[in-house]
């Protein structure tokens, strides 16, 4: 007691000193899409409020980082708090618009940036008791756990990070799913037949033929079974890149936050407990069966059972150096990534605990189209396949832009700086504030030099220093191969031509995407182990799993398998008694 108040003696001691004036203070700092514009009250020459007037990046992200510093700072009366991973341009920005606000009240900020949380040294342990333990709160994650509720089970899902989401809540939101209520309207003729023949062969046969039926026979039902939560796709049915066919649903929601938050709110309203910051250490196993896992908080160490199991959905590896140079050597650090930070293969290692089977591990996806900065995939021009094209740094095609990821990233690494501009028209963007397939408008990714507009295509030629007699070759050439429904590189989708005014480029390059390697599991997603046996009581879904895509992943295949298979994970494990 006599420590604690020492300590908040010291901290008045700093604040009384460094000029700090009550009032209301407004500051801005730079978020991951925009300004963020926040409010500090002072009042009693302590930091009382802090509050968000406005931000437009991704709410389910930016604002667990702008609530876990706002507390930290609040509680602390100090600078000294971390940032938030998985939401760095948020937490930054926020923090900066805290310091503007601050400066304006006459505080130290050097003084103040000296003030930091105490850490816990000694955990407190504790036991919990559930049906169902699901590791991730991505969409594999939420999707099982809204399964097993479903069914009747108890579930507790826990997150290591300080949001939901995962690579979800990054994803473009394409979800593929045979749907002849949309598709015929635009005359596209499908059968789950074609999209199990483009899936298995678009992986070279290597996944597992009957995890791949699943899938491919079940996607349209997890887009009803979606629709039933509340979640809204868009009427027409598009193309994702690799894709192969116009069977691509669009969340009337941005990115993956319909996918989140139709979850979330499920959830929510049963009562369903989400422990956030979490991080699963370890599995539990007694007598040959999983029956729940050992997980920390920044405050406890949870033992928390599960009779009926533990299900892994933790994501893939993208993240983690060691595993993706190990499994690919080729794959070194100095290689982008499109995911988030928590893709570091947590659940491959916890099932290593109990013996399981690893299939296809080297199997590990690249897109041509990440941020030449970031290797994020925001930023990209395309909204569809069917209207766009690749040109490399000489103003040439070089590749069926409607091909395999695999196929279309692999010519891009033999072209010069391993560099594309895609090229669209304003066919494409008829409004300056219509939005990309990652909630920016052309008008936005214009502003900041990420897209590149001219009126012409001599101009835009200029811009992006092409000879504008080759840049204007290629179109027109391209343009030929629209009316001929074929050209030189076997391309099979066309849309409009490239012919209105103004035009677009954005340049993109190749980034590290999806593991398409991991657990083994059955078709009940039931972990096998080494000797192809079950596992008791443990399932696993989404990302973490592998046998299903084989080397290559069709664009739009992942959110239909994180909702397929999540699902299934979740019945099975609530009925698994």
């Known amino acids: 007691m006599k420590t604690k108040f020492l300590s908040y003696f010291l901290i008045s001691t700093i604040l009384l000193g460094n000029g700090m004036k009550d ?35 991704t709410s389910i992200i930016s604002d667990a980082a702008f609530n876990n510093i706002k507390k930290d700072i609040i509680e602390t009366q100090g600078l000294g708090v971390d940032m938030v991973a998985g939401a760095t341009s948020s937490s930054n920005g926020f923090y900066r618009s805290i310091i503007e606000a601050l400066k304006s009240s006459g505080a130290n900020i050097s003084e103040l940036r000296k003030i930091k949380k105490e850490k816990v040294l000694k955990k407190e342990k504790r036991e919990l008791n559930t049906d169902v333990l699901v590791i991730g709160g991505g969409g594999a994650g939420l999707a099982a756990a809204s399964s097993a509720t479903e069914n009747g089970a108890n579930v507790i899902l826990v997150e290591k990070m300080s949001f939901l989401g995962g690579n979800t809540i990054l994803a473009g939101g394409a979800y593929n799913a045979v749907d002849p209520k949309r598709q015929k309207p635009m005359n596209i003729e499908d059968s789950n037949e074609l999209f199990y023949k483009q899936t298995f062969e678009g992986g070279d046969k290597k996944g597992n033929p009957k995890l791949v039926k699943i899938l491919t026979d079940n996607a349209y039902s997890g887009i009803e079974w979606l629709e039933g939560k509340g979640m809204k796709f868009k009427d027409d049915v598009f193309t994702v890149l690799g894709a192969l066919y116009p069977r691509s ?39 040959n069966r999983v029956v729940g896992a050992v997980v920390e908080t920044p405050e406890e160490i949870l033992t928390i059972k ?33 995911n988030t930070p928590a893709a570091t293969g947590d659940g491959i290692n916890l099932s290593q605990m109990a ?65 594309l501009y895609v090229i669209v ?23 900041e030099n990420r897209a590149i507009k001219a009126d012409s295509l001599d101009e835009l030629a200029k811009k992006l220093e092409i000879d504008p ?92 398998d994180i909702t397929v298979f999540g699902r299934i994970a979740g019945e099975k494990a609530a009925n698994n008694k």
Do not use: C, W
Request: hydrophobic share 35%; charged share 30%; no cysteine.
């Open 355 to 419: 013996n399981a089977n690893l299939i296809g591990m080297e199997d590990i996806q690249m897109l041509p189209l990440g941020d030449p900065k970031t290797g994020s995939l925001s930023g990209n021009i395309e909204t569809t396949v069917e209207d766009r094209i690749f040109i490399n740094k000489k103003g040439k095609r070089f590749v069926a832009e409607d091909e395999r990821r695999d196929v279309m990233t692999n010519a891009l690494l033999n072209q010069p700086d391993a560099l």
């Open 249 to 287: 649903h669009k969340p009337i929601d941005p990115v993956g936050t319909g996918f989140i938050l139709t979850y979330e709110k499920f959830l929510k309203e049963n009562n369903v407990p989400i422990l956030l910051d979490t991080q699963a250490k370890e599995l539990i196993i007694e007598n």
């Open 23 to 57: 009032g209301v203070y407004i500051g801005t700092g730079k978020g991951y899409k925009s300004d963020i514009k926040t409010e500090v009250i002072i009042k009693n020459q302590k930091i009382e409020d802090i509050k968000v007037i406005s931000s437009s990046d």
């Open 425 to 447: 028209d304003s066919q494409v963007y008829p409004n300056e504030n219509d939005k990309n397939n990652f909630n920016e408008s052309i008008k936005e990714l214009v502003d």
């Open 469 to 560: 007699e080759v840049l204007i070759k290629t179109i027109k050439d391209y343009n030929l191969a629209v009316d001929k429904k074929s050209d030189e590189f076997g391309r099979k989708l066309f849309g409009k031509k490239i012919e209105k005014a103004p035009f677009y480029a954005g340049a993109r390059i190749p980034t590290i995407h999806h593991t398409m390697g991991g657990v083994e599991i059955n078709e009940n997603a039931e972990v096998l182990n080494k000797n192809g046996e079950i596992i008791e009581g443990l399932f696993a879904a989404g990302e973490v799993t592998g046998g299903i895509h084989g080397t290559n992943r069709l664009g739009g295949n992942a959110l239909a």
């Open 306 to 338: 599960s009779k009926n199991g533990v299900i892994l959905a933790t994501g893939g590896f993208s993240k983690n150096i060691e595993y993706r140079t190990k499994y690919n050597p080729k794959l070194t650090e100095n290689i982008l990534s499109t």
